[in-house]
C-alpha cells in the first residue's frame, strides 16, 4: 500500500495485533457460548473485516447475519435517530446474538443497535467491538468484548473508511491532517 502511505500520520494497530487480539476475544467467546447456538451480526459496512477474521478465528459452529443501518443522515453531528437500510434475514426469537462492529465511536448506533435487536425477543444481545473511543463512555452502551481502546483520533483501516477510502488496509491507521484539511 505504498500508494496510499502519504495518507497515513502514523500506525495505530498492525495487522499482526489485531490477529492476536482476535484469537483472545475468539476464546473467551467460545467458553462463554460453550452449548449456546451463536449468531453473529455484522454492521455494513465497517464490521466486513472483523466479521472475516473473527468468525474464521471461532473454533466452533456459527451463523453470520448483517445489518446496514445510517447513524447520522446527511449532517455530520449525530441526531442519535437510526435508520435500518438493511435489515437482518434471520428471526431472532431465542437466539444468542453477538453484534460484531469494528469501532463505538459516540456509542449511539450501538446502544440503539443492542436495544432493538433485544426488542425482537433474542435470548440474549452482546456486542463484540474491535476499537472503541472514549466518547462512548458518555453513552450507555454494554460492551462485552473490545479489542483496543483507543484515543481520539481520526482512524481508518480494517474496514474503518474516510469518504468510503482505506477500508482494505490490514492494520489500523491514523489519517494525515492533509487529507481533511
Ligand atoms: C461507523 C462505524 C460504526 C459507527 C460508530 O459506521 O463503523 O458503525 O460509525 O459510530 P457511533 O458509535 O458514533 O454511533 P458508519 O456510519 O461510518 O458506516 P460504515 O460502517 O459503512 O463506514
Ligand atoms: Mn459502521
Ligand atoms: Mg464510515
Redesign the pocket.
Known amino acids: 500500500f505504498t500508494h496510499v502511505e502519504g495518507d497515513l500520520a502514523k500506525t495505530l494497530i498492525t495487522e499482526d495485533e489485531l490477529h492476536a487480539k482476535l484469537e483472545e476475544l475468539a476464546r473467551q467467546i467460545e467458553d462463554d457460548y460453550e452449548g449456546l447456538d451463536l449468531l453473529l451480526v455484522g ?5 466486513v473485516m472483523v466479521m472475516a477474521d473473527l468468525s474464521r478465528t471461532l473454533n466452533r459452529h456459527i451463523e453470520m447475519d448483517w445489518m ?5 443522515g446527511s449532517g455530520t453531528v ?1 441526531s442519535g435517530v437510526v435508520r435500518i437500510l438493511k435489515d437482518l434475514d434471520s428471526d431472532l426469537t431465542g437466539r444468542n446474538v453477538l453484534i460484531v ?10 446502544s440503539w443497535l443492542k436495544a432493538n435487536l433485544e426488542s425482537r425477543g433474542a435470548a440474549s444481545v452482546e456486542i463484540c467491538t474491535m476499537l472503541r ?1 472514549p ?2 463512555l458518555k453513552v450507555q452502551v454494554d460492551v462485552k468484548y473490545c479489542g483496543f481502546d483507543i484515543p481520539n483520533e481520526f482512524v481508518i483501516g480494517y ?3 474516510y469518504a ?1 477510502q482505506y ?1 482494505n488496509l490490514r492494520g489500523i491507521a491514523v489519517l494525515a491532517p492533509h487529507v481533511y484539511n
Open positions: 454492521v455494513l459496512r465497517g464490521a446496514a443501518v445510517s447513524s447520522y449525530s462492529e469494528d469501532i463505538i465511536d459516540s456509542g449511539l448506533t450501538l473511543k466518547d462512548a474496514g474503518l473508511d468510503e477500508r
